[in-house]
Structure formats: structure tokens, C-alpha cells
């Protein structure tokens, strides 16, 4: 035996197969001796020699009495003392314990030969012997087979320690198994009782038994700790030995307290072999329950093995039985597998059970979610129907508002609304929102009024005003009068002026500046009533019936009523009122007007006749013309002529000089009430709900005003743009600028382009005689007026960063103007109330004909600039001098950048009808050809999530929208994809514009109508009318807060 110690390590030979019988070859050889057959020791007879070594020689041996074959064990007399005392030792150790599983010993004894004494041990003869691991490899047995046969050595080894014996050397040479198989258990050499353990009765620190075999406190020479628990980490080892077929050397590193973890690291390359090799037969669980067993086997602490090798046994025959080991807690999987294979038909229906409660939750599932799937779609179908109907109601309100059905126009808005409300909450981007710039402008033309007074419900019946005073009167149904100052184009009710005539009002007047009103009622009383007090300074009821009609006389020379009785009748303002009778007539009289030089009356009767009453010469004229009621009247400003609306539908302009008519305005229904507006305008108030202005001196159709949802009673002038009326749908609005309701601009000669500034505040317009004008939007005045051209003004497009405009001539220069007062850099904003410095900056003059169009780059520093001469020129702002020139084969009509500021891109519209687009240094990178005419206009998408990238309108009357592929934009050349065409009827197209964050697009076109479009809808959303000639231009403010055209 030989044992080299290391600092850190012990290396050793690890299953001694070089041994046989316990005898193992010196590091010292001695002299070899031999016994002849036939010699005889101690009542046997030498046979044959089995083996030899260093230490001594085994014989076979037949035993005299009893007969039988031994095996007999020869030490050198004059070797080791230690080894003859552990041989004597043995003997006594084997003695004391009898197993089937351990090698008996009969005798012992010493021999002379030679000389020389030799001590011998007779014990059991274990025939055809090999070691275990031999065996087992021999034999192939199974994993099972091999825990079936070290299940005997550890039974052995069990009853060993019973008897308070501990072998201390287990390994695979020392367990033999014999050719039936028998396991036998030899070599308790080293063995010791517990009693000489716990004595002391051995050397101290002597360390006996094979190193690899050894536990660690073996190892360190921890006498104390020696007991039980160091054969059971030797069984361990030689378990994992046998189970793995180990037999390489190991290396086993110590820890700090001498105590070896090789054993730990054994019965891991253990588990990890069986588990790659896959034992037969074997389940994962079974590997990894044998494995614990062994890991708590060779735990370094003695005190973490087993107690005894009877719970090792106990252990291993769990194991083999296919039962759990104590030492390992099973997962939750395994202890149901293994319930599954001792209870199988309960197991069969608990899994039969739950099987069904999954199918059946499951099934449940896959309802839910097609359910939800199917929900889903219902919910996205109903929204596609919910965007479709909102689309084509919205459609159905520009139509009808188109055809002047203004109530049906409403209504469908509103419907459109209740529609977007049941979008799921999102209205996506292809649907117009409600507060939509087309949306606001249709609301516009259905409104048009610039305020509006709504009553209790009671209808309307009259309406006067006083010019001087800026007052305005009505009266409702109900007999109540109200009173209304007129500031910046609102109706202001006076709070405290109250007052009730108690019957139907028919007509009413404001007397003395504003100061006193008088109303004419259905029982025929007339209510004279002081407007400040809202008291009735007097009742007149000389009438016998209805008062149909009052009139207000200058100054305060009272006033003239008529009525049912025919009669007029002038009254003074303070009593007594005592009335004059100026003239009467034998039919009802419903409408009474007085000039203004006050020595005419017009009167408008039954009869259909309109007769005019002379003052001086109390001669009455006599006009015949009308075919039924005629219910007003009303004189021009110079007395020369007389309006009249009738039943029959018409208003009819008389010549008073000619007794002639002048002129006869048709409408579709009975009109009300009609009143001349200077001497060549006329507005007529009638039951289809339209107010209409005049112009007697033009052709062309009247200017319709929407509002009212009721029959038109009454209406007045408030001087010559401003006018009041009354309706039946209980509302009384003022109308300015009656000829044009939306917001105006007027330049005595044609507007060829328009202009808003970044913000939306200003608008330039240039005009076909060189002018340029800017209006300030939100005060409504110009700001600036001037001349800066001989010859047209085809374009203007204002600076994005400053305040200045670039202005496009047809005398082919390109100048620069600044307004130096209305921008201030410190405040990054204009200054609104002084315009006075418009100043030429510099002009551009590289082009040889018109110059239809100018642009900016987004940074400002870059102009480009389209002419007639076939040339888009790229401009350096404040250097004068051209960049590129990029050559066309026709008029380039249009040129546009887009918003992109580091690379921006410039499309242009040519003659050729191509529309191309370059890169910032004029490199043409795309070019789309699908126009059937000349291209006008181009517009980039200002939508941040846009389908589209820009459109271009032309002759063609389309509106086409290009999609430019990503990589485009870093000059890649790529093909180009047209989205959608957009149809305009027919009409050439001539200006076009986006709305920011809309769906929008919108067109002026040469029949003068505005045309908008929303998304890609090839047919129009609607039409805006206004306009009687082309539209050249149209502007769209930021974030389509407005619209001009």
C-alpha cells in the first residue's frame, strides 16, 4: 500500500484491479517465497496458488476435517509486524460476524520454511471469483441487476455493523462474487470495532485502507469521526463505480478542512451518464431518485450521510421495488406519474375527467373568441357603414344646401353627426370631422346671416329699424315687442325695455330717431310706446280691423297706418291722438311706404293694384300688373320708382314717371315683403325661407341668403349693406354686406392670385393691373395698396419665415417685397395696427416671358420660380443670382416645395401636361405623365399622417394624388404610383390647395365654383357657389381655420 500526499491533492488509483484477495503489490518488492503442493498447513493440504503479491500469496487448499475447499492466506514473516498484527485482526473481525454475504474464516496459524515464519489465514474459498465490477461488466447486467447485486455487499456490510464492526476499505476488489453469483464480502484488514474507535485502541493518525476508496475524514486522520458512516461513503463510491462502469483515475480537490467533495463530483458524472446514455427501463425520475441516494452516500459531512447502511438498504430496495426514495422529494409531475401507475383506473378517470373539463373549456374558449372575433368585425363593418352613411349624408347636405333645401341640409348634418358619435369612439382619417373647414363653410352658406336672435318659439311677424339710431324692432306672434341695438354687426337686446300689445301684431315702426315705436295690431289698435320707459305713451283704435301697415314719418311728424277698413290715416306721436284721414279705398289695405321727400304714399291692396298717393295734389296713380294680393311696397331712394311683392309670386319695379313697369322679379313662392335699397337694389323677403338681393342694373340671378327655417315675414334696410328680418321660424337676423354674406374683399379689377401669410393673418392679392393689396383677415381693412407692376400679377407666396412676398409678373421678373412695420424679430410676431412701410427689396429679371409661379423652400433660402419661357430657375434669397435652371419642353405653369426642410423637393407643372420633381439642386428624379392637359396647379399633402405626398390639377379637370416611394426622397429612382383621380365634372381645374391635418382637398375651377374633395373619393364632396368667373386662387389658412378664394 502507498499513499502520496500533496499540498492539495491525493491521487490514487481508483478501483485496484492490480489486487486479488485483499493483497495488493509494495512500492518495495520483497523476496518471493512458494509452498509446494501438498504441503499441509494447519489440517489442509495445498492445492494450487491463486495469487501472489508483495505482501503474501494465496493458496487453495482442501481442509481434512470437515472436508472442504479453502482459501489460505500467507503473510511474509519478516515483513510488515503492522500487516501480520491487521491479519490476526481480520480474523478476529471475522469471526465475530457471521453472513452469508462475508467470506468465513476458519483458522489461523504460522509456517516455517526455509527459516522463516509466515502467518497464515484459512477462510472461505470463493469459487470462479471476480470482482464486482468485474462481474457486472462481464455478466452486462442492467442498472436494476447491478442494484440487486450491491444490495448483498450492503446487507453484508449492515450486518457488520451490527456487530460493531466497520470495514473501512470498501471497494470493488474486495467484494467478489462467485461464478452463481454469490456476493462475498473479504479483506476486514483494516476493519475496526467501534469499541476500539471510541477507545483510542490503535495508533494515532494511522491511516489505513485504499486512498480512493477512503471518506474524507479518513483521509484527514479524524480518528473521532470515523464510524458507520465512513463505509456508507464508501459504499457510495463504489456504487457510482459500479453503476457507471468507472474506471478512470480521479483527481479530487480538498477543501480547507482536508475533507475530499470527489465523491459529490463522482455521483454527478453519474447522473449526468446515465442520463445521456439513457438507461433501459429506466425513467428520469428513477435515475434522479437512485442518484440522490448515492449524494446523500458521499455527502462530505458525516453528518449529512445516512446514520446506518440499514437505511441505505432501505433505500436501495425502495428504489428497486419502483418506489420513492425517503431522501429525494418528488416534483408535483412525478407523484402524479406515479400515482398514475398504482392507481390506473382512477387515474384513467380523473384524467378522463379532466380531459373533459379542458375539451369543454376549451370549446368554451374558442366561442369566446370567435365571438369576440366576430364582434369585432360586426363592430369594424358597422364602422365602414357608419363612415359610408357619414360620407353620403355629408354629400346629401352640400346637395340640398345646392338646391336651397336649408332645413333638409341641416337636418342631414345633424344626422351625419349622431352617425360619427357611433363611430366606436375614433373617427378615422378619412371621414370629415365635424368641426371640418368643409364642414364650417357649408354651415356658413346655410347661415349667412352675421347674427342671429332667437325668440321664445313665437313667430315673427314684423320688423322695422331706424337708421340714425342703429335700432331695429320686432314683434312676435304673441304681441310682444322687443327692441335691439346694432354694435359690430350683432344684435343687442335692450334688457330693459319690455312691453306687451296684448293681440297679433301685423306691422310695426320706429318714430323720433329710435325713440318711440308704434305696432299695429290684428284688433285694430295701434300702441304708441315710449322705447326708453317701455311704457305706452297712448292707444289709438279708430281702425275697424286689422292694421296691416305703419309707417314712420321724418322728424316728429307722427305716423300713417292702414288697414282691413281701407282707409289712411296720419296720428301724431303725443295725444290727444286725433287721426287725418288722407285718403280711402275700398278694399283692405296691407302695405303702406312714404318717399323720402315725403309727398308720396304707395299703397299696396287687395285688389292687386299698387296705387300711389300724391300729397300736394292728392291725385292717386293707379298700377295695374299684378294678379293677386299685393302684400308691401316700397319706394327707391329718390322716390322715382316703386317696388311691390304679391301673392302671384313676383316683385314688380314700377316707373312712376312712366306709369310703367320697369321690371318683374319672379320667385318660387308668395312673396312677403319687399324694400329698395338705394335706387337699383332690391331685396324680397318670401315663404320658401331665401332672402334675395337685387341688383336691377345685372342679369344675372339674385343673391340668395340662407338662415331662416320659416316663412319670411318682414324685413328693413339698415342703410345699403345692412338689412333685418323676421321669420316664422322664431328668429330675427341681421344680414351685412346682403349682396355677399361671407366675408369680402373687393379690388376694382380681377384678382389673379391670393396669398395667406404663415399665421393667417394677412392676405395679399395681386390683381390683372400690376396691384397688390393686403387686407389685415381679422380687422377687415386693407392694409396695404400697391401699384408695383405695368402688366398682371400672376402669383404671390409669401416669405415662411419673415414678413416678405415674392411676386410673380407677366412682365417676367420676380420681385421682393418687405413689410418692415408689421414684423417685429424681437417678439417673433406682427404687429397688427401699423402698416405703413411696403418696400421693394429687389427684383429677379433672368426670365424672358411671364412668370406664372414662385416658391419657397421651408427654410426660406431658396425661390424657385416658373415661366412661359419653359424655365423653373432656383433663386438664392438676397444674392441676386440664379442657381439652377431647369429646362422644360413647354410653359411650366406651376412650381411648388415641399415642407421638407433639409431636403426639400420641388415639383412643377409644364404645359406638356408632365409633372416633374427635382432635388434641391435641380436633378430631375421623377417625372408622372398622366394629365391629359397642361398641369395649373400643385399642392404637397400638409397631413402628417397623409396617404399621399402631393397632387397636381390640370385642363383635364382631374385632381391626381402621387405617392413618392420612401427612398425617394434620398434621390433614389425609383417608379412612380398614382393613388387616386379626383373628378372635377369636366371644368378645367386652376388652382388647388390642401387642408393641414384633414382629409382635404379643395379647387377653384373655370365655371367659378369651389370644388372639395375629401381623401381619395374620385367624386366631389361638394361645391361651395359664390363666384361668377373663374377662381384663379385659393388659400387655405393654418389648420384650416380659413378659406379664400
Known amino acids: 500500500m502507498s499513499v502520496e500526499r500533496k499540498q492539495d491533492l491525493v491521487d490514487d488509483v481508483l478501483t485496484g484491479h492490480d ?193 480512493a476508496c477512503m471518506s474524507p475524514e479518513q483521509r484527514a486522520g479524524l480518528d473521532e469521526r470515523i464510524d458507520a458512516r465512513s463505509d456508507i461513503y464508501g459504499m457510495g463510491l463504489l456504487c457510482t463505480e459500479l453503476f457507471t462502469e468507472n474506471s478512470r483515475v480521479r483527481v479530487s480537490k480538498q477543501s480547507n478542512a482536508g475533507i475530499s467533495e470527489g465523491g459529490m463530483h463522482d455521483v454527478a458524472l453519474c447522473k449526468e451518464t446515465l442520463l445521456q446514455q439513457g438507461a433501459k427501463n429506466i425513467s428520469r425520475a428513477a435515475v434522479e ?90 363592430i369594424q363593418a358597422a364602422n365602414v357603414a357608419h363612415e359610408t352613411l357619414a360620407g353620403s349624408l355629408l354629400r346629401q347636405a352640400f346637395s340640398a344646401e345646392r338646391e336651397h333645401h336649408i332645413r333638409l341640409s341641416r337636418d342631414l348634418l345633424s344626422q351625419r353627426d349622431d352617425v360619427l358619435v357611433r363611430l366606436d369612439g375614433q373617427v378615422p382619417l378619412t371621414v370629415v370631422e365635424s368641426k371640418s373647414l368643409a364642414i364650417r363653410a357649408l354651415r356658413a352658406q346655410l347661415d349667412e346671416a352675421c347674427s342671429v336672435w332667437h325668440s321664445q318659439g313665437e313667430s315673427i311677424t314684423a320688423v322695422a329699424v331706424n337708421s340714425t339710431a342703429d335700432m331695429a324692432l320686432t314683434a ?92 289712411l290715416r296720419q296720428w301724431p306721436l303725443r295725444g290727444p291722438f286725433e287721426p287725418t284721414v288722407l285718403a280711402s279705398f275700398k278694399t283692405t289695405v296691407y302695405g303702406i311706404d312714404q318717399s323720402q321727400d315725403g309727398m308720396k304714399i304707395a299703397i299696396g291692396l287687395r285688389d292687386s293694384t299698387v296705387r300711389v298717393w300724391h300729397r300736394k295734389t292728392g291725385r292717386q296713380q293707379v298700377l295695374h300688373g299684378h294678379e293677386q ?90 342703410g345699403r349693406n345692412r338689412l333685418v328680418t323676421g321669420s316664422a321660424d322664431g328668429t330675427v337676423r341681421l344680414w351685412r354686406d346682403a349682396a355677399d354674406a361671407q366675408p369680402r374683399f373687393t379690388i376694382d379689377a380681377r384678382v389673379r392670385t391670393t396669398s395667406l401669410s404663415p399665421d393667417g393673418r394677412f392676405l395679399a392679392a395681386g390683381t390683372s393691373l400690376g396691384m397688390v393689396r393686403v387686407w389685415d383677415t381679422k380687422e377687415g381693412r386693407a392694409c396695404v395698396d400697391q401699384k408695383i407692376s405695368t402688366s398682371s400679377i400672376n402669383n404671390i407666396c409669401w416669405h415662411p419665415q419673415c414678413a416678405e412676398i415674392a411676386v410673380a409678373g407677366s412682365d417676367g421678373t420676380v420681385s421682393l417685397w418687405t413689410f418692415d412695420d408689421i414684423f417685429d424679430s424681437q417678439k417673433e410676431k406682427y404687429d397688427l395696427h401699423a402698416v405703413a412701410n411696403f418696400q421693394h427689396d429687389e427684383t429677379m429679371t433672368k426670365h424672358r416671358r411671364r412668370v406664372f409661379s414662385v416658391s419657397y423652400a421651408k427654410s426660406g433660402d431658396v425661390l424657385a420660380s416658373a415661366g412661359e419661357d419653359g424655365s423653373a430657375r432656383l433663386w438664392h434669397r438676397g444674392k441676386n443670382e440664379q442657381g439652377s435652371i431647369i429646362r422644360h419642353p413647354g410653359r411650366v405653369f406651376c412650381v411648388a416645395f415641399s415642407a421638407d426642410g433639409e431636403n426639400p423637393i420641388l415639383a412643377t407643372g409644364c404645359e406638356d401636361g408632365v409633372v416633374r420633381v427635382f432635388n434641391s439642386s435641380g436633378t430631375l428624379i421623377q417625372r408622372f405623365d398622366e394629365h391629359q392637359g397642361q398641369v395649373n396647379a400643385i ?18 379637370g382631374t385632381v391626381r394624388l402621387w405617392r413618392l416611394p420612401e427612398v425617394l426622397w434620398e434621390g433614389g429612382p425609383f417608379p412612380a404610383e398614382s393613388l387616386a383621380v379626383l373628378q372635377s365634372g369636366g371644368t378645367k381645374i386652376w388652382s388647388l390647395d390642401s387642408v393641414p391635418d384633414e382629409p382635404l382637398l379643395i379647387a377653384g375651377t373655370e365655371n367659378g365654383k369651389v370644388i372639395l374633395w375629401s381623401g381619395g373619393a374620385a367624386m366631389p364632396l361638394g361645391t361651395l357657389d359664390g363666384h361668377h368667373a373663374p377662381v384663379w386662387s385659393v388659400s387655405v389658412g393654418p389648420a384650416g381655420s380659413q378659406l379664400w378664394t
Open 19 to 211: 489486487e486479488t484477495f485483499g493483497l495488493r503489490e509494495d512500492q518495495e518488492q520483497s523476496v518471493p517465497f512458494g509452498i509446494d503442493a501438498g504441503a499441509d498447513i494447519g489440517g489442509a493440504t495445498i492445492v494450487r496458488q491463486l495469487a501472489a503479491g508483495g505482501m503474501g500469496q494465496v493458496y487453495e487448499a482442501r481442509q481434512h476435517a470437515p472436508t472442504r475447499r479453502v482459501a489460505v492466506k500467507f503473510l511474509r514473516g519478516y515483513g510488515d509486524s503492522a500487516a501480520r498484527r491487521r491479519l490476526l485482526e481480520e480474523a478476529v473481525l471475522l469471526a465475530r460476524v457471521k453472513h452469508v454475504n462475508i467470506a468465513h474464516v476458519y483458522t489461523v496459524g504460522n509456517y516455517r520454511l526455509h527459516g522463516q515464519t509466515y502467518q497464515w489465514i484459512m477462510m472461505e474459498l470463493v469459487e470462479n471469483a471476480c470482482s464486482i465490477s468485474e462481474y457486472a461488466k462481464r455478466m452486462n447486467l442492467s442498472l436494476v441487476q447491478r442494484g440487486r447485486l450491491v444490495l448483498n455487499a450492503i446487507e453484508a456490510i449492515a450486518a457488520a455493523h451490527s456487530k460493531g464492526i466497520i470495514h473501512l476499505d470498501i471497494k470493488s476488489t474486495n467484494i467478489l462474487v462467485a461464478g452463481d453469483g454469490s456476493v462475498k464480502v473479504i479483506d476486514f484488514g483494516i476493519g475496526r470495532t467501534l469499541t476500539e474507535l471510541h477507545n483510542n485502541e490503535h495508533v494515532v493518525g494511522e491511516i489505513r485502507g485504499t486512498p
Open 289 to 378: 431518485d437512485l442518484c440522490a441516494v448515492l449524494a446523500r452516500c458521499v455527502e462530505p459531512c458525516p453528518d449529512s450521510r445516512f446514520s446506518t447502511m440499514v437505511e441505505v438498504r432501505n433505500e436501495l430496495i425502495r428504489w428497486l421495488d419502483g418506489k420513492p426514495v425517503v431522501c429525494r422529494q418528488p416534483s408535483s409531475f412525478e407523484v402524479s406519474c406515479r400515482f398514475i401507475a398504482r392507481q390506473k383506473v382512477v387515474a384513467a378517470c380523473v384524467l378522463l375527467f379532466i380531459a373533459t373539463l379542458i375539451s369543454a373549456g376549451c370549446a368554451v374558449g374558442w366561442f369566446a373568441i370567435s365571438a369576440v372575433a366576430s364582434q369585432q368585425k360586426a
Open 476 to 567: 312676435s306672434q304673441d304681441g310682444r315687442l322687443c327692441v335691439f341695438t346694432v354694435e359690430s354687426g350683432h344684435l343687442n337686446q335692450l334688457p330693459n325695455f319690455c312691453y306687451e300689445a296684448g293681440s297679433r301684431p301685423w306691422t310695426v315702426a320706429l318714430c323720433a330717431d329710435g325713440q318711440v315705436a308704434v305696432v299695429g295690431c290684428d284688433n285694430g289698435t295701434i300702441h304708441v310706446v315710449d322705447v326708453k320707459t317701455g311704457e305706452a305713451i297712448g292707444i289709438c283704435s279708430d281702425s275697424k280691423g286689422p292694421v296691416y301697415g305703419v309707417v314712420a314719418l321724418p322728424s316728429e311728424g307722427g305716423f300713417l297706418s292702414a288697414g282691413r277698413d281701407g282707409v
Open 629 to 718: 294680393r299685393v302684400f308691401s311696397v316700397s319706394f327707391s331712394d329718390d322716390g322715382q320708382s316703386v317696388a311691390s311683392a304679391s301673392e302671384d309670386q313676383t316683385v314688380r319695379i314700377w316707373n312712376l314717371e312712366a306709369s310703367t313697369e320697369q321690371a318683374c322679379l319672379h320667385h318660387p313662392t308668395r312673396v312677403n315683403a319687399v324694400h329698395f335699397s338705394g335706387i337699383d337694389q332690391v331685396a324680397s323677403a318670401t315663404a320658401d325661407q331665401v332672402l334675395r338681393i337685387w341688383n336691377l342694373n345685372s342679369t344675372r340671378p339674385p343673391r340668395s341668403l340662407h338662415g331662416h327655417e320659416g316663412d319670411i315675414w318682414s324685413l328693413d334696410f339698415f
Open 939 to 956: 399642392v404637397w399633402s400638409r397631413n402628417a399622417e397623409r396617404s399621399w405626398d402631393f397632387a397636381s390639377a390640370g385642363a383635364d
